[in-house]
């Protein structure tokens, strides 16, 4: 269901982590890729939100092979490295190839991404300790801790996990303005960047530049390197509510949502 749609607990479908089956025996139609979430949860259970997003911002970098990196110290939470999970290596033998994450086998590798062996995982695993308690903030055991904050899937989307609500959305909306603020400067940066042929003219030969070489002119893209992604990101996810309250406000007023749980139900 869009969550514009969504207006009351009779709206939302409660699903066992084990299984991704409904709790409920005869429950209302829901998502096909729910396990996304329940092999993440099973996988970390310090984990308890997760978001999947298509946002069309970050799509190129699902399918380009250009590396999505941090640019911006509101995004310090992606580290220096956001890794591109591809459903083509790990389809089962009977399911569709569609790209969706439609069984368990998918959903378990592709939870299986957010913790391969890089050191990236300090950035973020190591940050949760800074955050304050409503926020997941309690530390916990290193195994139940992703090392990345996001991953991006080929050809489809991204997924990102945190400890809370709050956090995970603030993820889900950095990252896409993220993509935005590197897919800007790369787009200035191609088309501030000139080339200039250097080399020896070479008279006898009728003018001919010798040892000729095009040398670039214009500046570098410059990312954020891990300590400043760390530390970025301890300072801001102590500020997380801000945003958080002005996102609430911008959905209380906006006609397209109806909020009917009873009062002082959140």
Not at 79 to 97: E, F, I, Q
């Amino acid at each position: 269901m869009p969550p514009a749609l969504v207006s009351s607990p009779d709206d939302l479908v409660e699903y066992n982590v084990d299984g991704a089956e409904a709790v409920e025996k005869n429950p209302k139609p829901g998502y096909l890729e729910r396990h996304i979430h329940s092999e993440i949860y099973k996988r970390f259970p310090a984990v308890n939100s997760v978001v999947h997003s298509h946002a069309s911002d970050v799509l190129p970098y699902c399918v380009s092979g250009v590396p999505l990196k941090n640019t911006i110290h509101m995004a310090g939470f992606l580290g220096t490295n956001v890794p591109v999970w591809d459903a083509s290596s790990h389809y089962p033998s009977d399911s569709k190839h569609d790209l969706l994450i439609r069984d368990n086998i998918l959903g378990a590798s592709l939870a299986a991404a957010f913790k391969p062996a890089t050191s990236t995982g300090f950035i973020y695993s190591k940050v949760r300790s800074a955050l304050p308690t409503q926020f997941g903030g309690a530390s916990s055991e290193p195994k139940m801790e992703p090392d990345h904050a996001v991953v991006l899937l080929q050809g489809h989307g991204f997924t990102t996990v945190a400890h809370g609500i709050e956090e995970a959305v603030y993820q889900a909306i950095y990252t896409k303005e993220a993509a935005k603020a590197q897919t800007a400067a790369l787009t200035i940066l191609n088309a501030h960047t000139g080339y200039a042929l250097e080399g020896k003219v070479d008279v006898e030969s009728g003018g001919k530049i010798k040892s000729g070489h095009a040398k670039g002119e214009g500046g570098a893209l410059k990312y954020l390197s891990d300590r400043e992604c760390h530390d970025a990101w301890e300072s801001i996810s102590a500020t997380l509510t801000r945003p958080w309250a002005l996102w609430c406000r911008q959905v209380e007023v906006n006609p397209l949502y109806k909020n009917e749980c009873p009062t002082g139900v959140d």
